[in-house]
């Protein structure tokens, strides 16, 4: 069983058209944000640029959001999220932006209401910072970046 947590969702006088994000399959992960932009914007090679959501969204305490690529986009046209995930904080309250960048060898046209990237909600774990003199002993100790072969 999937656990649900309610999010309060505005949806900004710019976006009046469209649907609010929605999950497309019963068990998906994420909902699709779309594009809320006025007019077509080609993304050329190597471009990045910040597409508005056109919701605002007040996160319970406890939860973050994650915005994702959509897999699709990424493998067909190298379009993906710069920052993935992006981090959405429970107290902010600004207009949701997913940040694109086209690694594709091709521009790439971004339409009104196009799905462009997706929202997953996390819980969220803070940490208490223990300052200490050393750290306990490990096998691995500083071993990391292919310390272990490939
Ligand atoms: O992909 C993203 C990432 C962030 N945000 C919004 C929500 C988030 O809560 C806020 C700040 O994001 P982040 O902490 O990643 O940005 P920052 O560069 O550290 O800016 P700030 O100093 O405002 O925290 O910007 C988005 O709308 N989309």
């Known amino acids: 069983m999937t656990a649900t947590v309610t999010i309060q969702v505005q949806r900004l006088p710019h976006a009046e058209d469209l649907p609010l994000p929605r ?18 914007v080609v993304l050329g090679p190597g471009k990045r640029m910040r597409v508005p ?12 959001a ?31 932006g997913v940040l694109l960048i086209n690694h594709g060898d091709n521009a790439y046209t971004i339409t009104r209401g196009m799905r462009i990237a997706q929202l997953v909600i996390a819980p969220v774990v803070r940490a208490h910072l223990a300052e200490v003199a050393e750290l306990s002993q490990t096998a691995r100790g500083a071993g990391g970046f292919g310390s272990t072969g490939s």
């Open 53 to 64: 959501a056109g919701f605002a969204i007040a996160i319970p305490e406890g939860y973050e």
């Open 66 to 96: 994650q915005v994702r690529p959509r897999s699709g986009l990424a493998v067909m046209h190298g379009i993906t999220v710069l920052n993935a995930p992006g981090t959405i904080d429970a107290d902010y309250r600004g207009e949701l």
């Open 23 to 40: 999950y497309e399959t019963d068990n998906a992960a994420g909902m699709d944000l779309m594009a809320c932009i006025p007019a077509d």
